[in-house]
């Protein structure tokens, strides 16, 4: 199988003849001022890591420049925050980064977007307390701004897709933490905008993955995600602590996980034979159908790429 079509195979819940692997990490901002050095880094990693797929960068994109939250302290000013419009630069600049990279990946590999759920996009832009006042105060207020960034993810979505050429996006839902809402809170509050958002892609693309993540490092409230549809879950299997089958059975998916990604784990200290070795008995768990060797999250800057190869390698010896 070429790595596209080893990926295709596992989105679609097919055996495989080796389980794909895939980790990311984020562009250094050095290159986020130059979108053909941006593009040329992707690739570099690409190379560099030789993994089957590539999950790309929103870096330099993160938040949402509504004018309307330069200062927000009033939870009624969000009624104010209407959608950017598809000519925006801010998302039309990221549709276009994206066609640059997706050429110097030369077709060689699938490749997800990251796209942020509407209410991860306002929190970036505002911070985390503000977001929590504002939404206690007028979860109604928010509701609105979260369905007027959803019109343009939306948006973005179908631009990276048709225009950029990105098989699928990377959707990365949060605020799930068990501590932030209750169910009945998330499900009234958030899910309408994540999952408006979700569903259109899923309209667009059958390669698409759902990354529940915990980036907090605090576990999350799975049940409010439950009817999060997509081929492909990523889970934080060191954060929301589930094995690989458990998994599997939960999400009925793909699933797509295995290594903790946090500095100082077993990825970044252990001996190239230790890491073959885990390799091993994390297939042996999920089997060449229905699962991608990957990490929790993001990896962080200071793990040598090569080790990120050394999985990619160990799994095709199996």
């Not at 630069?89 to 980064?97: C, G, L, T, V, W």
């Amino acid at each position: 199988m070429t790595k596209k079509e080893r990926v295709t195979a596992a989105f679609q819940d097919k055996e495989v003849d080796h389980v794909p692997v895939c980790m990311w990490q984020h562009v250094p901002p050095t290159f986020w001022g130059d979108d053909d050095r941006f593009a040329a880094e992707q690739a570099r990693f690409f190379k560099s890591t030789d993994v089957d797929f590539m999950k790309l960068s929103g870096d330099k994109f993160f938040g949402w420049p509504a004018p309307v939250l330069r200062g927000i302290s009033k939870a009624e000013e969000l009624y104010k925050v209407e959608p950017l419009g598809n000519r925006h630069p801010f998302i039309r600049s990221q549709i276009e980064r994206t066609k640059k990279v997706v050429a110097a990946l030369n077709g060689e590999c699938a490749a997800l977007y990251l796209v942020f759920v509407p209410l991860s996009c306002i929190r970036l832009a505002i911070g985390y307390p503000m977001m929590m006042q504002l939404i206690r105060e007028d979860p109604e207020a928010m509701k609105h701004a979260c369905a007027a960034v959803a019109e343009d993810q939306k948006a973005l979505v179908r631009g990276l897709i048709e225009e950029a050429g990105v098989d699928g996006i990377f959707y990365s839902v949060q605020n799930g933490e068990e501590n932030r809402f209750t169910a009945e809170e998330y499900r009234d509050w958030v899910t309408p905008s994540d999952k408006a958002v979700l569903d259109y892609a899923n309209s667009l693309s059958d390669m698409n993955a759902i990354h529940f993540c915990a980036w907090e490092e605090i576990p999350n409230r799975l049940s409010v995600w439950q009817d999060y549809k997509a081929p492909v879950i990523s889970w934080s299997r060191y954060i929301d602590i589930m094995d690989i089958q458990e998994a599997k059975k939960q999400f009925g998916s793909t699933v797509w996980g295995g290594f903790d990604n946090r500095p100082g784990s077993f990825l970044y200290t252990a001996s190239r034979e230790e890491i073959e070795q885990e390799v091993s008995r994390l297939i042996a768990q999920g089997g060449k159908r229905g699962y991608i060797l990957g990490a929790d999250c993001s990896i962080h800057g200071e793990l040598p790429e090569e080790r990120i190869r050394w999985v990619a390698e160990a799994a095709r010896k199996i």
